[in-house]
T-cell receptor
Framework: GENVEQHPSTLSVQEGDSAVIKCTYSDSASNYFPWYKQELGKRPQLIIDIRSNVGEKKDQRIAVTLNKTAKHFSLHITETQPEDSAVYFC???????????FGTGTRLKVLA | NAGVTQTPKFQVLKTGQSMTLQCAQDMNHEYMSWYRQDPGMGLRLIHYSVGAGITDQGEVPNGYNVSRSTTEDFPLRLLSAAPSQTSVYFCASSQTGASGGNEQFFGPGTRLTVL
């Protein structure tokens, strides 16, 4: 079945440094790739997304890159701040199946 | 708009009991879904629906039933609760579009414990 692998499971960075989280998906027909941030005890919320016809998208300190050939996509956070500390989830959506498949999450800690 | 609402927020069941987790949205979204969240396992899709009257199985459907009689509501039924169903359950909704997926809006979650 469809699968999304996410690495690393935990990531600690110093405030001001960059953080990179990587995901690999299995279904080559996947065409939409969102990233969600979940703070402790809260619901997941979308922070950025990318469609398969785009290679990169940026929103202030956050960017996502997509390599369709390798079936990889990555989240880049620059100039990290303590409020970036949370769990981040990637997901892949396939129009033909209408399924969103999530990765297992990355716990990001930004050390002040 | 209330967005996506879920009830109850917390629930404790005994093994073998049944119950229904309620989910409603007021955004006129066609797509609704249920996930369970367990430590280290991310969000796993239980069931989903692309519109009223249409439901389908996700990654982990066993032990759960759903129905979608209206656009607004998507209840999840546990038929005979088991300790393995102890989890946090999230309902989500989104628009469906010809170009593919869209942002999912999540409810606040239901924390379920099965003893």
């Amino acid at each position: 079945g469809e699968n999304v692998e996410q690495h690393p499971s935990t990531l600690s960075v110093q405030e001001g440094d960059s953080a990179v989280i990587k995901c690999t998906y299995s279904d080559s027909a996947s065409n939409y790739f969102p990233w969600y941030k979940q703070e402790l005890g809260k619901r997941p919320q979308l922070i950025i997304d990318i469609r398969s016809n785009v290679g990169e998208k940026k929103d202030q300190r956050i960017a996502v890159t997509l390599n369709k050939t390798a079936k990889h996509f990555s989240l880049h956070i620059t100039e990290t701040q303590p409020e970036d500390s949370a769990v981040y989830f990637c997901a892949a959506y396939t129009s033909g199946t209408y399924k969103y498949i999530f990765g297992t999450g990355t716990r990001l800690k930004v050390l002040a | 708009n209330a967005g996506v609402t879920q009830t109850p927020k917390f629930q404790v069941l005994k093994t073998g009991q049944s119950m229904t987790l309620q989910c409603a949205q007021d955004m006129n979204h066609e797509y609704m879904s249920w996930y369970r969240q367990d430590p280290g396992m991310g969000l796993r899709l239980i069931h989903y629906s692309v519109g009223a009257g249409i439901t389908d199985q996700g990654e982990v459907p066993n032990g759960y039933n759903v129905s979608r009689s209206t656009t607004e509501d998507f209840p999840l039924r546990l038929l005979s609760a088991a300790p393995s169903q102890t989890s946090v359950y999230f309902c989500a909704s989104s628009q469906t579009g010809a170009s593919g997926g869209n942002e999912q809006f999540f409810g606040p979650g239901t924390r379920l414990t099965v003893l």
